[in-house]
Structure formats: structure tokens, C-alpha cells
Nanobody, 121 residues
């Protein structure tokens, strides 16, 4: 059974930084692609960034230059480094893992429970 867990959320002031982590257990196939999504209150869940085991990345236009996704293939861990955070970044951030990049880009795979990020002064 695949398990996915997020950590690292919290309260940060505008302009601040946070680093989210996603860890899990399963097979290589289940973690070929790992991604971060977010859902703000009253809004649909949206893709933030995706990375494959080969290091290929995709980013949403609204985070380019501020967020960086990375991963450690040895232990199925992915990170999302976020800088210059804005109140509009407030959301629950979810980790998603899957067997192909296309699956994860389309929101298909194994979801974590989410971690809250609040950007407020």
C-alpha cells in the first residue's frame, strides 16, 4: 500500500519562506513522478510543480521563480522550497505521486493528507 505524507507547513509572513517535504513508502513505480498541488478556500485544487525521477520539472506559471521542486530518489522524498511568499499562496498543499508525469500533471495518483500554509502578517 502506498503511503504519502507531507510536512513543513505553517504560518509565515509575506515575503517569507517555507520548505515543504513529502515522504512516502511504496515502489519505484509509484514514485516515478512526484508533485505538489494546492487548494485555497473556495477554489479548485491546482498544480504547483511536478518532478520526475529523471529530474524533469513542470511549474505552474504563478510560481516560477519563487518555488523550486526537488527530490531525493534514494528514499522517495520530494521538497518544495518556497520563497517570496504572498497571502495568495495561502492554501492546503498536497503531495501527489504517480507512475508517469502525465498522470501526476492530471491529478491522478496517490495523495497525501495535505499541510496548511498560511501567509499572513
Amino acid at each position: 500500500q502506498v503511503q504519502v505524507r507531507e510536512s513543513g507547513g505553517g504560518l509565515v509572513q509575506p515575503g517569507g519562506s517555507l520548505r515543504l517535504s513529502c515522504t512516502g513508502s511504496g515502489t519505484f513505480h509509484d514514485f516515478y513522478a512526484m508533485g505538489w498541488y494546492r487548494q485555497a478556500p473556495g477554489k479548485q485544487r491546482e498544480m504547483v510543480a511536478v518532478i520526475t525521477v529523471t529530474g524533469f520539472t513542470n511549474y505552474a506559471d504563478f510560481v516560477k521563480g519563487r518555488f523550486t521542486i526537488s527530490r531525493d530518489n534514494a528514499d522517495y522524498t520530494a521538497h518544495l522550497q518556497m520563497v517570496s511568499l504572498e497571502p495568495e499562496d495561502t492554501a492546503v498543499y498536497y503531495c501527489l505521486t504517480g507512475s508517469t508525469r502525465t498522470e501526476v500533471l492530471n491529478g491522478v495518483g496517490h495523495w497525501g493528507q495535505g499541510t496548511q500554509v498560511t501567509v499572513s502578517s
